[in-house]
């Protein structure tokens, strides 16, 4: 990240970057955090891969609020991978990201916990400046650069209680599968996602209204990882993407009406006044 910061006792000159080059992957979680800091301590924040995720409600709208005044500390919500479908153990991937951190006795200990995702992180901006802090510190002292190797510091720092320590996060929160505001779906690809728990996850009513639901009926505020699967990966691409092509389309068709109605409008001005 060369010339990314600057030294202030130099006329703000800017700073090469002395560390090896990384993955942006884990390069990501610098920007995020440098993002972070333009928000007040009690706004939250949500990091989600949005390549593969879409939103069905607004995930904010039930999150808890407190007031800015005094406020020290701050909660964050973790989301889990289908602990049926897998486990850090289980994971070739995620054995491999802990292994090549942390070493063989970190996955020994962690080999039967529940994957938690590191692609979709809610939290208060206080408590997920810390976490972004905490993830770039993982990532230069590990010295790790595998693609994908957050994940693994994701999962070290929660089930280390490194994370849980720090004096800004007062809470942190896991919400297994399809429990939370975020729907972690990607470990359920290798069945049909009817066919898992109770059959209820997906409200299938036709190939242009489906609908992705937590465990206890509602719908998912966001689903992520949906294109591991085939009759959402369709939904998605098939549908909903012209939705918002036609959408945007229109927007941008308005917009240009507006501006040559405003210069219309300024030329009938001029004119009137000549």
């Not at 998912?220 to 591991?228: K, L, T, Y």
């Amino acid at each position: 990240l060369h010339n990314l910061y600057a030294d202030a006792n130099n006329n703000n000159e800017p700073l090469p970057d002395p560390r090896e080059a990384r993955t942006i992957a884990t390069t990501r979680y610098e920007l995020y955090w440098l993002w972070s800091l333009n928000y007040s301590p009690e706004k939250w924040i949500m990091l989600l891969d949005a390549r593969d995720s879409y939103f069905q409600s607004n995930p904010f709208e039930d999150v808890p609020r407190e007031p800015k005044e005094g406020k020290l500390d701050g909660i964050l919500h973790f989301f889990g991978e289908n602990a049926e479908a897998t486990r850090i153990g289980k994971s070739t991937k995620n054995r491999k990201w802990l292994t090549n951190a942390y070493g063989d006795v970190v996955v020994a200990a962690l080999q039967d916990k529940p994957t938690i995702c590191s692609g979709s992180t809610m939290g208060e901006a206080i408590a997920i400046e810390t976490y972004l802090r905490a993830m770039v510190a993982e990532s230069d002292d590990t010295g790790t650069k595998l693609m994908g190797a957050d994940q693994g510091f994701h999962n070290y720092l929660y089930y280390s209680n490194k994370l849980a320590n720090a004096e800004t996060v007062r809470k942190i929160t896991v919400f297994d599968q399809g429990r939370g505001t975020i729907n972690n779906l990607g470990a359920m690809r290798t069945a049909d996602l009817t066919s898992w728990g109770n059959h209820r996850i997906l409200d299938h009513r036709s190939d242009t209204e489906m609908y992705v639901l937590n465990w206890d009926g509602r719908r998912s505020p966001v689903m992520h990882q949906f294109d591991r699967h085939p009759v959402l990966s369709a939904y998605v691409y098939k549908y909903i993407t012209n939705i918002f092509r036609e959408e945007y389309d229109q927007r941008k068709k308005d917009q240009k009406n507006t501006l040559l109605q405003g210069a219309a409008a300024a030329n009938v001005t001029a004119a009137a006044k000549i």
